[in-house]
Structure formats: structure tokens, C-alpha cells
């Protein structure tokens, strides 16, 4: 700090007292006014009722749909069904069949798409 002051003289110290005290305040002003509503969760986060075959999966007869994901990709990584020579192909055993239509393998990109089916949509 030596080397600021007799760089910018007495009034360096005085005007990062006041950027100090302006930055305190506002950063508080601006966290109070884009707080996050708390609240029932929406979207994906939102918890569904799913279908008999993937209910059966997991265990439950309601669930969201990234926890749905989370909850096929434990499984793959558990029982080992990665494609060893592609990591991007998941092979199905009996299980993942039922909920992926029957596929011997599907991608990991498709996972998403073929789980969709399974949430039961709200009217």
C-alpha cells in the first residue's frame, strides 16, 4: 500500500473508501432485487407422474426428469453397459429395453428423447 500512496497521493485512499462503501451497498440493493422466488419447482425440476414401465424402473411413481436421468445413467455406470469400443453407445440389457422400446443400444444423446415418452403429460 506504501507504493499507492505515494504514487496517487492522499486522495487514493479517500476514493477507494468511497468505492468501497457504494460497491457494499449496491451489490446488497442488487441481490434483494434479483433474488430467486422461492417456490414450487418448474420445468424439468418439476416432479411428474411417470409411466407403469418406468415407474417400475425406478422405483417410483413420480419423479423429475433430470432425477429420472440421473437415476438411468447410475444404473448404466453400475452395471457396466457402455459400449467399451464407443463410449457414446449404451448397450441394453433386459431392464433398459422395456423403457427404451426394445433397442439392443441406444445413444447417449437419445436417452432424453426416449425417456420423454414415459412422463405423463398434464391436461
Not at 7 to 27: D, I, P
Not at 45 to 67: A, N, Y
Amino acid at each position: 500500500m506504501a507504493w499507492s500512496i505515494r504514487a496517487f497521493g492522499q486522495g487514493y485512499r479517500v476514493l477507494m473508501a468511497a468505492a468501497a462503501n457504494t460497491s457494499t451497498t449496491t451489490a446488497a440493493a442488487t441481490a434483494t432485487a434479483t433474488a430467486p422466488k422461492r417456490g414450487r419447482p418448474a420445468g424439468i425440476l418439476k416432479v411428474v407422474p411417470v409411466s407403469q414401465p418406468l415407474g417400475e424402473f425406478l422405483g417410483v411413481s413420480e419423479v423429475s426428469r433430470t432425477d429420472a436421468v440421473k437415476k438411468v445413467w447410475e444404473y448404466i455406470k453400475h452395471n457396466n453397459l457402455q459400449n467399451p469400443l464407443n463410449k457414446k453407445e449404451i448397450l441394453c440389457d433386459a431392464k433398459l429395453k422395456k423403457i427404451f422400446n426394445e433397442k439392443e443400444q441406444v445413444g447417449f444423446l437419445e436417452i432424453a428423447k426416449l425417456l420423454s415418452q414415459h412422463f405423463v403429460k398434464a391436461n
